[in-house]
C-alpha cells in the first residue's frame, strides 16, 4: 500500500496512531499522533522518537515475531500527566510491495489510572480512620485487665471513654454506607415533591438541643408561601442536619445561626426557577484555603477541633453528592474570625 493511502487511513482514526515499517521507521501517523510524539516525527527511527523502554521493547518484539502485544506510554505536556495504553498489532501485506507494518494506537487511560488512585487514598483514608479508635479501644482493654483491674472509679471512666469510640467507629460505617448509597442513586432523579419550609423546620427542631447546649439561637427568616419542590425528604433532611450541625459545632461561638429561605422566579445559577437557603453562622469561619476542598472526603479543615467533636469529614462530601442528585449547587463563602454562610440552591418547578 502506498505511504498516501496509509496516512489517510491513519487520518480517520480517532486515537493517536503511527506505522512503523520493517526498516523501524515511522512510516505514517495522524495528526493525534504527531500532537503526542512531536510533529518531526515522521520518517525517523522509532527509537529516537519514543524512547520509553517498555513502548520499545513491545514495538521490537512485535517486529519480530508480528503479535500483538500492550503496554502504556506516558506523556506529559508540561502541567499534567497523562497514561496511554498502547496497542501494538502487525498488519501484514499494508507496507510498500506488500509488506508487514507494525500499527500503533494510543488510548488514553489516564481516568483508569486516577480511579485506581483514588481507590487506593480511600482505602487508606477508611482504614486510618477507624484505626485510630480501634488502637484507643485496645489501650483500653488491656488497661482494664492489668493496672484498673480493682479500680471501679477509673474502669467506669475507662468504659465511659470506650463506649465514645464504639460510637465513633458506629458513626463512620454509616455515614460510609451512606455515601455509597447516595453515590449509587446520584443519577437517579428524585420524584417526591416535598415542602422545603417543613423539612428545614423539623431539621431544627431535632438539633435544637445540641443549639441549646451549645448557647446558640436560631433565626428563622421564612417566606411567608410554602416552597415546594420535587426532591427526597430523608437526603434533605441529611444534607440540612450536616450544615445546620456543622454551622453550631464549629460555628456556634457566634452564638447564634440565621437560616434564611428565598425563592426567586429566576436564579441566576440555576438559570431557572429555584431556591436559595442560606446556613450563615458568626463564629471562627474557615481559612481561604481550605474552601474549594471542604466536600472531599474526609477533609477537615481543623482536624483536632474536627475528632474531638465527633466529625468524620464525610458530612459535606454526602451533602455534595445529595445537592448534585437533585440538580443543585452549594457554595461556600467564610471570614475567618467572623463566620461562614453555606449556600443551597435547589431547582423549583413552577413559579413564584
Ligand atoms: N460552619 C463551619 N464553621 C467552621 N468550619 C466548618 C463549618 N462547617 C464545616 N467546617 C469544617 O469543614 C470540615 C468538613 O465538614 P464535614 O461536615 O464534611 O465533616 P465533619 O463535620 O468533620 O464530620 P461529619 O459531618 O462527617 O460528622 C469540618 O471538619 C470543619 O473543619
Ligand atoms: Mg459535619
Known amino acids: ?67 500483538s502485544r500492550r503496554t502504556q506510554y506516558l506523556s506529559n505536556d508540561g502541567a499534567h500527566d497523562t497514561t496511554f495504553r498502547v496497542s501494538c ?126 448557647n446558640v439561637d436560631f433565626e428563622i427568616e421564612f417566606p411567608d408561601v410554602p416552597v415546594q419542590i420535587i426532591g427526597d425528604a430523608d437526603q434533605l433532611t441529611q444534607v440540612f442536619t450536616n450544615i445546620v450541625g456543622n454551622a453550631i459545632k464549629y460555628g456556634g461561638s457566634g452564638g447564634r445561626i440565621t437560616v434564611r429561605m428565598t425563592p426567586s422566579a429566576r436564579e441566576p445559577v440555576l438559570r431557572a426557577a429555584g431556591v436559595r437557603i442560606q446556613i450563615i453562622d458568626y463564629g471562627v469561619g474557615i481559612e481561604p484555603l481550605h474552601l474549594p476542598r471542604l466536600t472531599e472526603r474526609f477533609y477537615r479543615a481543623d482536624n483536632h477541633r474536627s475528632r474531638d467533636l465527633g466529625g468524620t469529614g464525610l458530612g459535606l462530601a454526602i451533602v455534595k453528592h445529595i445537592i448534585s442528585r437533585h440538580r443543585g449547587r452549594l457554595r461556600i463563602e467564610s471570614e475567618l474570625g467572623k463566620g461562614s454562610t453555606f449556600t443551597v440552591i435547589l431547582p423549583v418547578q413552577g413559579n413564584f
Request: aromatic content about 2%; proline content about 5%; glycine content about 8%.
Open 1 to 67: 500500500m502506498d505511504d498516501d493511502i496509509l496516512d489517510g487511513l491513519l487520518a480517520a482514526m480517532p486515537l493517536p496512531s503511527l506505522a512503523i515499517d520493517g526498516t523501524e521507521r515511522i512510516i505514517a501517523a495522524n495528526n493525534e499522533a504527531l500532537l503526542l510524539i512531536g510533529h518531526q516525527a515522521k520518517g525517523h527511527n522509532y527509537v529516537t522518537i519514543l524512547r520509553q523502554p517498555a513502548l520499545l521493547d513491545a514495538i521490537e518484539l512485535t517486529l519480530n515475531d508480528g503479535r
Open 89 to 214: 498489532r502487525a498488519a501484514p501485506g499494508v507496507g510498500q510491495g506488500g509488506a508487514v507494518v507494525t500499527l500503533l494506537t494510543f488510548e488514553d487511560i489516564s481516568h483508569i489510572e486516577q480511579a485506581g488512585q483514588m481507590r487506593r487514598d480511600f482505602v487508606t483514608n477508611v482504614s486510618h480512620e477507624l484505626r485510630t479508635p480501634l488502637t484507643a479501644l485496645m489501650g483500653f482493654i488491656e488497661t482494664l485487665r492489668g493496672p484498673a483491674s480493682n479500680d471501679p472509679t477509673a474502669s467506669a471512666r475507662f468504659l465511659s471513654i470506650m463506649h465514645d469510640e464504639a460510637e465513633r467507629m458506629n458513626r463512620l460505617v454509616g455515614d460510609l454506607m451512606s455515601l455509597n448509597r447516595v453515590e449509587g442513586d446520584e443519577r437517579v432523579r428524585p420524584t417526591q415533591s416535598v415542602v422545603l419550609n417543613n423539612i428545614i423546620r423539623s431539621t431544627i427542631h431535632t438539633l435544637q438541643p445540641l443549639a441549646s447546649e451549645a
